[in-house]
Protein backbone atom coordinates (compact mmCIF):
# COMPACT_ATOMS: atom_id res chain seq x y z
CA UNK A 1 0.00 0.00 0.00
CA UNK A 2 2.59 2.49 0.82
CA UNK A 3 4.26 1.98 -2.53
CA UNK A 4 1.51 2.64 -4.17
CA UNK A 5 1.07 5.78 -2.30
CA UNK A 6 4.55 6.71 -3.48
CA UNK A 7 3.74 6.53 -6.99
CA UNK A 8 0.86 8.40 -6.68
CA UNK A 9 2.66 11.25 -4.62
CA UNK A 10 5.69 11.68 -7.11
CA UNK A 11 3.41 10.86 -10.26
CA UNK A 12 5.91 7.87 -11.63
CA UNK A 13 3.34 5.92 -13.85
CA UNK A 14 5.15 7.53 -16.51
CA UNK A 15 6.29 6.42 -20.11
CA UNK A 16 8.26 3.06 -20.85
CA UNK A 17 11.53 3.18 -20.32
CA UNK A 18 12.68 3.40 -24.11
CA UNK A 19 10.22 6.51 -24.61
CA UNK A 20 11.02 8.10 -21.09
CA UNK A 21 15.14 8.58 -20.91
CA UNK A 22 14.52 9.90 -17.49
CA UNK A 23 16.66 12.54 -15.92
CA UNK A 24 20.20 13.86 -17.78
CA UNK A 25 23.11 13.66 -15.56
CA UNK A 26 25.03 15.02 -18.09
CA UNK A 27 26.01 17.96 -15.47
CA UNK A 28 27.21 15.03 -12.93
CA UNK A 29 30.41 14.89 -15.75
CA UNK A 30 32.21 18.28 -15.15
CA UNK A 31 33.98 17.57 -11.94
CA UNK A 32 37.38 16.75 -12.91
CA UNK A 33 38.14 12.85 -12.27
CA UNK A 34 40.42 13.72 -8.30
CA UNK A 35 37.44 15.73 -7.34
CA UNK A 36 35.32 12.88 -8.39
CA UNK A 37 36.99 9.97 -6.34
CA UNK A 38 38.00 12.23 -3.34
CA UNK A 39 34.73 14.18 -2.69
CA UNK A 40 32.61 13.47 0.09
CA UNK A 41 29.81 11.39 -1.32
CA UNK A 42 31.99 9.43 -3.10
CA UNK A 43 34.13 8.80 0.30
CA UNK A 44 29.89 8.12 1.92
CA UNK A 45 29.18 5.58 -1.21
CA UNK A 46 32.64 3.86 -0.60
CA UNK A 47 31.79 3.16 3.05
CA UNK A 48 28.40 2.03 2.62
CA UNK A 49 29.25 -0.64 -0.79
CA UNK A 50 32.88 -1.53 -0.12
CA UNK A 51 32.44 -3.49 2.81
CA UNK A 52 30.50 -6.23 1.23
CA UNK A 53 32.67 -6.70 -1.63
CA UNK A 54 34.99 -9.79 -0.93
CA UNK A 55 38.13 -9.09 -2.18
CA UNK A 56 39.10 -9.89 -5.74
CA UNK A 57 35.74 -10.62 -6.59
CA UNK A 58 34.11 -10.44 -10.26
CA UNK A 59 31.82 -7.23 -10.14
CA UNK A 60 29.05 -6.02 -12.21
CA UNK A 61 27.82 -2.70 -11.52
CA UNK A 62 24.93 -1.82 -13.53
CA UNK A 63 24.31 1.99 -14.20
CA UNK A 64 27.99 3.05 -13.59
CA UNK A 65 27.47 6.62 -14.54
CA UNK A 66 31.06 8.27 -13.12
CA UNK A 67 32.30 4.87 -12.54
CA UNK A 68 34.14 5.86 -9.28
CA UNK A 69 32.50 3.05 -7.22
CA UNK A 70 33.60 0.45 -10.00
CA UNK A 71 37.46 2.15 -9.97
CA UNK A 72 37.36 1.88 -5.88
CA UNK A 73 36.71 -1.70 -6.15
CA UNK A 74 39.56 -2.28 -8.46
CA UNK A 75 41.66 -0.30 -6.99
CA UNK A 76 41.24 -1.30 -3.12
CA UNK A 77 40.10 -4.70 -3.69
CA UNK A 78 41.68 -6.01 -6.59
CA UNK A 79 38.44 -6.73 -7.78
CA UNK A 80 37.90 -7.88 -11.87
CA UNK A 81 35.46 -5.02 -12.74
CA UNK A 82 32.69 -4.39 -15.39
CA UNK A 83 30.57 -1.26 -15.49
CA UNK A 84 27.50 -0.84 -17.83
CA UNK A 85 25.80 2.34 -18.65
CA UNK A 86 23.21 3.15 -21.36
CA UNK A 87 24.54 7.17 -22.04
CA UNK A 88 27.88 6.90 -24.11
CA UNK A 89 29.49 10.00 -22.67
CA UNK A 90 28.93 8.33 -18.83
CA UNK A 91 30.99 5.06 -19.99
CA UNK A 92 33.60 7.72 -21.95
CA UNK A 93 34.11 9.54 -18.30
CA UNK A 94 34.13 6.74 -16.47
CA UNK A 95 37.03 5.29 -18.46
CA UNK A 96 38.80 8.84 -18.04
CA UNK A 97 38.40 8.32 -14.14
CA UNK A 98 39.99 4.70 -14.42
CA UNK A 99 42.97 6.21 -15.89
CA UNK A 100 43.02 8.60 -13.74
CA UNK A 101 44.40 6.23 -11.45
CA UNK A 102 45.39 4.09 -13.74
CA UNK A 103 43.31 1.02 -12.43
CA UNK A 104 41.85 -1.98 -14.98
CA UNK A 105 38.34 -1.30 -14.58
CA UNK A 106 36.48 -1.76 -18.07
CA UNK A 107 33.42 0.11 -18.82
CA UNK A 108 30.77 -0.91 -21.40
CA UNK A 109 27.83 0.81 -23.22
CA UNK A 110 24.49 -1.28 -22.38
CA UNK A 111 21.16 -1.26 -20.99
CA UNK A 112 20.49 -2.52 -17.51
CA UNK A 113 17.16 -4.44 -19.16
CA UNK A 114 19.65 -5.85 -21.76
CA UNK A 115 22.59 -6.92 -20.10
CA UNK A 116 24.94 -8.40 -22.71
CA UNK A 117 26.42 -11.40 -20.16
CA UNK A 118 25.60 -14.77 -19.46
CA UNK A 119 23.96 -16.51 -16.45
CA UNK A 120 26.14 -16.74 -13.42
CA UNK A 121 29.00 -14.40 -14.29
CA UNK A 122 29.73 -12.02 -11.55
CA UNK A 123 30.06 -12.89 -7.85
CA UNK A 124 29.04 -9.09 -7.23
CA UNK A 125 25.72 -7.51 -8.62
CA UNK A 126 25.39 -3.72 -7.89
CA UNK A 127 23.47 -0.60 -8.77
CA UNK A 128 23.52 2.61 -7.12
CA UNK A 129 20.46 4.85 -7.43
CA UNK A 130 19.37 2.96 -10.72
CA UNK A 131 15.99 0.84 -10.80
CA UNK A 132 14.31 4.05 -9.03
CA UNK A 133 14.05 5.96 -12.36
CA UNK A 134 11.92 3.69 -14.31
CA UNK A 135 7.84 2.02 -13.49
CA UNK A 136 6.88 -0.87 -11.00
CA UNK A 137 6.99 -2.88 -13.52
CA UNK A 138 10.40 -1.82 -15.33
CA UNK A 139 11.99 -1.80 -11.85
CA UNK A 140 10.85 -5.77 -11.45
CA UNK A 141 12.46 -6.20 -14.75
CA UNK A 142 15.86 -4.54 -14.34
CA UNK A 143 16.06 -6.31 -10.60
CA UNK A 144 15.17 -9.69 -12.58
CA UNK A 145 18.16 -9.14 -14.62
CA UNK A 146 20.52 -8.08 -11.49
CA UNK A 147 19.93 -11.69 -9.93
CA UNK A 148 20.13 -13.73 -13.84
CA UNK A 149 24.16 -12.82 -14.23
CA UNK A 150 24.48 -13.01 -10.17
CA UNK A 151 26.06 -16.73 -9.54
CA UNK A 152 24.70 -18.57 -6.14
CA UNK A 153 25.81 -17.92 -3.89
CA UNK A 154 26.67 -14.37 -5.11
CA UNK A 155 25.86 -11.15 -3.99
CA UNK A 156 23.33 -8.31 -4.95
CA UNK A 157 23.59 -4.71 -3.69
CA UNK A 158 21.18 -2.46 -4.34
CA UNK A 159 20.56 1.47 -3.28
CA UNK A 160 17.93 3.73 -4.12
CA UNK A 161 16.68 6.97 -2.23
CA UNK A 162 14.94 6.81 1.21
CA UNK A 163 11.32 7.71 1.59
CA UNK A 164 11.64 7.51 5.56
CA UNK A 165 14.32 10.84 4.51
CA UNK A 166 12.79 13.88 5.65
CA UNK A 167 14.95 16.63 3.61
CA UNK A 168 14.69 14.56 0.46
CA UNK A 169 10.62 13.37 0.52
CA UNK A 170 10.20 16.81 1.39
CA UNK A 171 12.10 18.10 -1.62
CA UNK A 172 10.20 16.22 -3.82
CA UNK A 173 6.99 16.70 -2.71
CA UNK A 174 7.92 20.57 -2.93
CA UNK A 175 9.17 20.80 -6.51
CA UNK A 176 7.13 17.64 -8.10
CA UNK A 177 8.06 17.37 -11.79
CA UNK A 178 10.30 20.22 -11.11
CA UNK A 179 12.87 17.81 -8.75
CA UNK A 180 16.51 17.37 -10.42
CA UNK A 181 16.06 13.82 -10.48
CA UNK A 182 12.08 13.06 -11.86
CA UNK A 183 11.08 10.80 -12.49
CA UNK A 184 12.40 9.07 -9.09
CA UNK A 185 10.78 6.75 -6.93
CA UNK A 186 11.56 6.42 -3.35
CA UNK A 187 11.47 3.25 -1.02
CA UNK A 188 11.86 1.84 2.75
CA UNK A 189 14.34 -0.44 3.70
CA UNK A 190 11.33 -2.69 3.84
CA UNK A 191 10.09 -2.41 0.49
CA UNK A 192 13.34 -2.91 -1.24
CA UNK A 193 13.90 -5.95 0.84
CA UNK A 194 10.62 -7.47 -0.33
CA UNK A 195 11.64 -6.82 -3.68
CA UNK A 196 14.69 -8.37 -4.46
CA UNK A 197 12.94 -11.74 -2.31
CA UNK A 198 10.44 -11.68 -5.01
CA UNK A 199 13.47 -12.69 -7.07
CA UNK A 200 15.38 -15.06 -5.38
CA UNK A 201 17.26 -12.81 -3.90
CA UNK A 202 17.57 -13.08 0.33
CA UNK A 203 18.41 -9.94 2.26
CA UNK A 204 21.66 -10.47 4.54
CA UNK A 205 22.50 -7.00 5.50
CA UNK A 206 21.05 -3.27 5.20
CA UNK A 207 22.45 -0.43 4.90
CA UNK A 208 22.91 3.34 3.66
CA UNK A 209 24.40 6.69 3.41
CA UNK A 210 24.42 10.45 3.88
CA UNK A 211 21.21 11.05 6.17
CA UNK A 212 22.44 15.01 6.08
CA UNK A 213 23.23 15.72 2.55
CA UNK A 214 19.82 16.94 1.85
CA UNK A 215 20.06 19.94 3.78
CA UNK A 216 23.42 21.43 2.06
CA UNK A 217 21.68 20.49 -1.49
CA UNK A 218 18.11 21.05 -1.32
CA UNK A 219 18.34 23.79 1.79
CA UNK A 220 21.83 25.67 1.84
CA UNK A 221 24.99 24.79 1.31
CA UNK A 222 26.33 25.97 4.76
CA UNK A 223 24.59 23.60 6.65
CA UNK A 224 26.56 21.03 6.95
CA UNK A 225 26.93 17.70 9.00
CA UNK A 226 29.05 15.89 7.50
CA UNK A 227 30.55 14.32 10.70
CA UNK A 228 27.36 12.51 10.67
CA UNK A 229 27.79 11.07 7.20
CA UNK A 230 30.67 9.89 8.06
CA UNK A 231 29.89 8.51 11.85
CA UNK A 232 26.57 7.59 11.89
CA UNK A 233 25.66 4.13 13.26
CA UNK A 234 24.46 1.66 10.59
CA UNK A 235 21.20 0.97 11.69
CA UNK A 236 20.61 4.77 11.75
CA UNK A 237 21.91 4.98 8.00
CA UNK A 238 19.69 1.99 6.76
CA UNK A 239 16.92 3.51 8.25
CA UNK A 240 17.21 7.11 7.57
CA UNK A 241 20.54 7.94 4.92
CA UNK A 242 19.52 9.87 1.90
CA UNK A 243 19.71 6.36 0.30
CA UNK A 244 19.23 3.09 1.31
CA UNK A 245 21.23 -0.24 0.66
CA UNK A 246 20.14 -4.01 0.96
CA UNK A 247 22.79 -6.09 0.52
CA UNK A 248 20.95 -9.76 -0.80
CA UNK A 249 22.49 -13.52 -1.75
CA UNK A 250 21.57 -15.22 -4.37
CA UNK A 251 20.13 -18.57 -2.72
CA UNK A 252 21.27 -21.87 -4.42
Not at 41 to 66: D, H, K, Q, T, Y
Not at 90 to 111: D, E, I, K, M, Q
Not at 169 to 179: A, D, E, F, N, V
Request: hydrophobic share 45%; net charge positive.
Amino acid sequence: MIDRLVDTLFRLDGQPAQNNPGPDWSFLQGQDYAGRLDGHWNRVLWRAFGRFMPVGCRLLEVGCGSGKICVQASRDLAAEVLGVDVTTPAVAYARGVAGHVNTAATFLPASGFALPFADDSFDVVLSEGVVDHFTREQTARMVAKHARVCRAPGRVLISVPNLLNPILTYHKLRTGRGYHAYPERTYTIWGLARLLRRHGLRPIAYSGLAPTIGLEWFIHDRLRLRWLDRWAPNWLLALMGYELLVVAEKEV
